[in-house]
């Protein structure tokens, strides 16, 4: 059974700083690996999607890596402004199965 | 396409009533996903559809809730006999095969 965890549930940061969101998984045999980012009591905006093939993943500030082996990903977020600030998840779409697995998110506050 | 679609954005209901949720996916994705999601944590799957065949239930899914894809267009989510557990935010997607999941804003359901 798939398990994804999200290390740490919260961070803050000052305005202006690099920083690294973390994902790992425990099945390797996956479709895809997507990051999502959730504003308070809105649905899930998708930032990137990995597939398995792949090893990153850019969309403007963001950067996102996918290493199967070590059954890990990472979402890089570059130069970070207080509208970054959100809950940013990460999905699993692991093989022979049609569900996503999520991890329970990281809350990220950028302190202006 | 401007995307999924779900209505309503919040309902209130009584304990017992039912309740009824409706999904308009993106036109051109044959699979429909809802999930369930409560504070604090990941979204967790219900049900998923291919077309109009729903294929797979979690056991989340008490027979208290049904789903429908009428024609493999849109979606609905009925829950009988609401109970206070039953509160959450609701969450359809859709996808083109493995393409990665598209989410609509949700719908919020407050018993009382």
């Known amino acids: 059974k798939?398990?994804?965890?999200?290390?740490?549930?919260?961070?803050?940061?000052?305005?202006g700083e690099n920083l690294v969101l973390?994902?790992?998984?425990?099945?390797?045999?996956i479709y895809n690996l997507q990051w999502f980012r959730q504003d308070p009591g809105k649905?899930?905006?998708?930032?990137?999607?990995?597939?398995?093939?792949?090893?990153e993943q850019t969309s403007g500030r963001l950067n996102?890596?996918?290493?199967?082996?070590?059954?890990r990903s990472t979402l890089y977020i570059?130069?970070?402004?207080?509208g970054d600030s959100a809950t940013y998840l990460c999905a699993a779409h692991t093989r022979g199965n049609e569900k996503l697995t999520f991890g329970t998110g990281t809350r990220l506050t950028i302190i202006p | 396409d401007t995307?999924?679609?779900?209505?309503?954005?919040?309902?209130?209901?009584?304990?017992?009533?039912?309740?009824t949720f409706r999904c308009d996916p993106i036109s051109e994705h044959n699979r429909l996903y809802w999930?369930?999601?409560?504070?604090?944590?990941?979204?967790?799957?219900?049900?998923?559809?291919?077309?109009?065949?729903q294929l797979e239930k979690s056991r989340l899914l008490s027979d208290r809730f049904s789903a429908e894809r009428p024609k493999g267009s849109f979606s609905?989510?009925?829950?009988?006999?609401?109970?206070?557990?039953?509160?959450?935010?609701?969450?359809?997607?859709s996808s083109l095969e493995f393409y990665g999941y598209t989410f609509g804003s949700g719908t919020r359901l407050t018993v009382v």
């Open chain 1, 2 to 15: 798939q398990e994804v965890t999200q290390i740490p549930a919260a961070l803050s940061v000052p305005e």
């Open chain 1, 64 to 71: 996102a890596s996918l290493d199967k082996s070590s059954g």
């Open chain 1, 78 to 82: 570059a130069a970070s402004q207080p």
């Open chain 2, 3 to 19: 995307g999924v679609s779900q209505n309503p954005r919040h309902k209130i209901t009584k304990r017992g009533q039912n309740v």
């Open chain 2, 35 to 53: 999930y369930r999601q409560t504070l604090g944590q990941g979204p967790e799957f219900l049900t998923y559809f291919q077309n109009e065949a």
């Open chain 1, 43 to 55: 649905g899930l905006t998708s930032l990137l999607l990995i597939q398995s093939s792949q090893r």
């Open chain 2, 76 to 93: 609905t989510l009925e829950i009988q006999r609401t109970e206070q557990g039953d509160s959450a935010m609701y969450l359809c997607a």
């Open chain 1, 22 to 29: 973390n994902c790992s998984f425990t099945d390797s045999a």
